[in-house]
């Protein structure tokens, strides 16, 4: 795992989106996997302006996004097919027909859940997974509890994430209480992991993930079986961590590129 706490949001979107960029111009037909939340935010607006001004291409993309609310259509505000249409794909030269993103509306879950994961590994694998953290220390959906070998399902919401997610639908009781989500199994096998975490309400989450013990209590903590895993934080999401001046060494130490031998 490789833990990178930067001064402020702004920086940690902008190097978040430079590792996306730098999976696209060497695998320009990349397989990404996304996430939605207000962390990944900025990192959305970045890849738009490198789309924009510096011509990072995306016709070529396929992505695969974590959850969805069970219950909202596409066109609800608050649905992640809505955010991501906003935030992202409306802004780059996606093919509609690459983007994938779990139903909220489907009748049959199992049957859908089923479908999802095929449809990865048709597509090759997931080679970046963006992901956020809740409070609860989840990833996607993945509640605490969530088998750390889950597959993409319906999962009920725990209670702190209804109220952690309330802040976006006018009162508490329209969020709704499942959500299809990728499983903890789905998301390790991407290739590569790159998590983002923000704000004070997240420094204990994110401790807790990579200092504490792998639990299925705290799925982010997963992300210590991953081997190629990297975790951007601002300093208010840094703050409980216990390991911060050895993880800032790491960064100022970082061994150069392999010599050829004599
Ligand atoms: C939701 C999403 C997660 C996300 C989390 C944090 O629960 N399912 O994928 O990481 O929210 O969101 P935010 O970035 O808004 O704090």
Known sequence: MEVIVCSAYQEMSVQAAHEVSKVLNTKPNAVLGLATGSTPLGLYKELVRLHKEEGLDFSQVTTFNLDEYVGLPDTHPQSYHYFMKQNFFQHINIPPQNVHIPSGTTRNHLAFCAWYERRITECGGIDLQLLGIG???HIAFNEPGSSLGSRTRIKTLAKETIQDNARFFEKKQDVPIYAITMGVG???EARK???LASGKSKAAAVAAAIEGPVTSMITASAL???????IFMDKEAASQLKMRDYYQWIQDN?????????
Do not use: F, R, V, Y
């Open 135 to 137: 409070s609860d220390g």
């Open 186 to 188: 789905t998301i390790l």
């Open 193 to 195: 992991l790159l998590l």
């Open 224 to 230: 210590q079986l991953h081997p190629n895993s990297m």
């Open 254 to 262: 970082k061994p150069g590129a392999p010599q050829p031998e004599p």
